[in-house]
T-cell receptor, first 111, second 114 residues
Framework: GEDVEQSLFLSVREGDSSVINCTYT??????LYWYKQEPGAGLQLLTY???NMDMKQDQRLTVLLNKKDKHLSLRIADTQTGDSAIYFC???????????WGAGTKLIIKP | ETGVTQTPRHLVMGMTNKKSLKCEQH?????MYWYKQSAKKPLELMFV???????ENNSVPSRFSPECPNSSHLFLHLHTLQPEDSALYLC?????????????FGQGTRLTVV
C-alpha cells in the first residue's frame, strides 16, 4: 500500500539551512505537498510540487523531487525561530482527493 | 480568527461519556473534513462532507458519528470511546472536495479518553 515516511525530529541552529526529507512509495503520485503546523495551530499548506518537476523555489523554501528514488525534500534557508513547527509531507494521486500523509517532522531551532 | 473554528480546544472524557466536537467555518466552503492526528502517526482522514452529504467514510468505528447540518457546521459525536482514541481531532474545509489539498484547518480539539 501507499506509504509516506519522514524522520520525526530535526534540530538545526538559527541561521543555518534546514533540510526535511520525505520518501514515498507510490510512483503514480501526481502532486506532493509540504504542510506546516505551528504549535497550537492547524495545518497550513506551505508549498507543493507537481510530479513532473524536479525543483520549486519560493523565497526561503526550496522543494526538490527525485522521482527515481521517490524522495522529496524541503530546504528552508536561514532558519528562524518562527520556523519552529511540525512539517508534514503528503502525496496525492490527482483524481482521488484523499492525501497520503507522513507522520510529520518536528523542526527544533537552537539559538 | 483562522476561518475554521473548533470547540472545545481541549476535552477529557470517560469511556462511558457522550460528547460532541464542533467545527464552524465562514469561508463559504462546500466541503468539510474530520482528521485524526495521533502522535508519531500519519494524519488520518476520517470523514468528508460535500454540500452536507457524506462522501467519504474511511472505516471509522461507529463510536464516532459525524453530523453536518449545513455547509458551515460539522460535528463529531463521540460515545463509548477507548483510550486509544485520544488524539488531536482536526476539522478542515475547502471550496470543493477536489481542492482538499488547499483546505483550511482549524486548531483542533485535543481529546483525552480516560
Amino acid at each position: 500500500g501507499e506509504d509516506v515516511e519522514q524522520s520525526l525530529f530535526l534540530s538545526v541552529r538559527e541561521g543555518d539551512s534546514s533540510v526535511i526529507n520525505c520518501t514515498y512509495t507510490d510512483s503514480s503520485s501526481t502532486y506532493l505537498y509540504w504542510y506546516k503546523q505551528e504549535p497550537g495551530a492547524g495545518l497550513q499548506l506551505l508549498t507543493y510540487i507537481f510530479s513532473n518537476m524536479d525543483m520549486k523555489q519560493d523565497q526561503r523554501l526550496t522543494v526538490l523531487l527525485n522521482k527515481k528514488d521517490k524522495h522529496l525534500s524541503l530546504r528552508i534557508a536561514d532558519t528562524q525561530t518562527g520556523d519552529s513547527a511540525i512539517y508534514f509531507c503528503a502525496e496525492s494521486m490527482g483524481s482521488n482527493y484523499q492525501l497520503i500523509w507522513g507522520a510529520g517532522t518536528k523542526l527544533i531551532i537552537k539559538p | 480568527e483562522t476561518g475554521v473554528t473548533q470547540t472545545p480546544r481541549h476535552l477529557v472524557m470517560g469511556m462511558t461519556n457522550k460528547k460532541s466536537l464542533k467545527c464552524e467555518q465562514h469561508l463559504g466552503h462546500n466541503a468539510m473534513y474530520w482528521y485524526k492526528q495521533s502522535a508519531k502517526k500519519p494524519l488520518e482522514l476520517m470523514f468528508v462532507y460535500s454540500l452536507e452529504e457524506r462522501v467519504e467514510n474511511n472505516s471509522v468505528p461507529s463510536r464516532f458519528s459525524p453530523e453536518c447540518p449545513n455547509s458551515s457546521h460539522l460535528f463529531l459525536h463521540l460515545h463509548t470511546l477507548q483510550p486509544e482514541d485520544s488524539a488531536l481531532y482536526l476539522c478542515a474545509s475547502s471550496q470543493d472536495p477536489a481542492y482538499s489539498t488547499e483546505a483550511f484547518f482549524g486548531q483542533g480539539t485535543r481529546l483525552t479518553v480516560v
